[in-house]
T-cell receptor, first 117, second 112 residues
Framework: KAGVTQTPRYLIKTRGQQVTLSCSPI?????VSWYQQTPGQGLQFLFEYFSETQRNKGNFPGRFSGRQFSNSRSEMNVSTLELGDSALYLC????????????????FGAGSRLTVL | EDQVTQSPEALRLQEGESSSLNCSYT??????LFWYRQDPGKGPEFLFTLYSAGEEKEKERLKATLTKKESFLHITAPKPEDSATYLC?????????????FGKGTTLSVSS
């Protein structure tokens, strides 16, 4: 069973540019979440999508956006890049069982490492 | 404010030297407490979910426990392959959807 696939794995951008990262979830998983990981702040929640709708959003500026397609694949976009956006961006998918109140286990991809110069 | 704090930040052990990692959480209503392992250059890998105080789960040399304010990850007779960063995360009970609050992790190094 294929895991969560993120592309690209590494990229370098300059300040002011924009970037789009892609995530393919595990087959059958309809929830996709994005997290930013930095040495100083650790993992911080960006947003979650379920059935093409943003269900949850973290405390990040509007430069960070995302979307989910009908096949559950997701993209996130960061516009007007700043030096502080350099980080590992992690995508995770989960199998959401309708009507269940239990916590959903996230399966993470290997991440996209963004360096902003 | 919901918060998860892990200690120590780094831990060095000799092979076979048992120890515990701590995760303190302040979440107003806990849906689940997660433990993940992260190796360099990889995404976090799921280990355990704990739901209520008193619950314990085991996997090989790892055992996770949960109280109303803390969770512990006990490592018994560790091996060098247990070296990794261990992450703790909490999910709020009334959270719409899934949004985990992560601690900053404990980096474990086990030498032979």
């Amino acid at each position: 069973k294929a895991g969560v696939t993120q592309t690209p794995r590494y990229l370098i951008k300059t300040r002011g540019q924009q970037v789009t990262l892609s995530c393919s979830p595990i087959s059958g998983h309809r929830s996709v979440s994005w997290y930013q990981q930095t040495p100083g702040q650790g993992l911080q929640f960006l947003f979650e999508y379920f059935s093409e709708t943003q269900r949850n959003k973290g405390n990040f500026p509007g430069r960070f956006s995302g979307r989910q397609f009908s096949n559950s694949r997701s993209e996130m976009n960061v516009s007007t890049l700043e030096l502080g956006d350099s980080a590992l961006y992690l995508c995770a998918s989960s199998l959401v069982i309708q009507g269940s109140s239990g916590a959903n286990v996230l399966t993470f991809g290997a991440g996209s490492r963004l360096t902003v110069l | 404010e919901d918060q998860v704090t892990q200690s120590p930040e780094a831990l060095r052990l000799q092979e076979g030297e048992s120890s515990s990692l701590n995760c303190s959480y302040t979440v107003s209503g806990l849906r689940g407490l997660f433990w993940y392992r992260q190796d360099p250059g990889k995404g976090p890998e799921f280990l355990f979910t704990l739901y209520s105080a008193g619950e314990e789960k085991e996997k090989e040399r790892l055992k996770a426990t949960l109280t109303k304010k803390e969770s512990f990850l006990h490592i018994t007779a560790p091996k060098p392959e247990d070296s990794a960063t261990y992450l703790c995360a909490a999910e709020h009970l009334n959270q719409a959807g899934t949004a985990l609050i992560f601690g900053k992790g404990t980096t474990l190094s086990v030498s032979s």
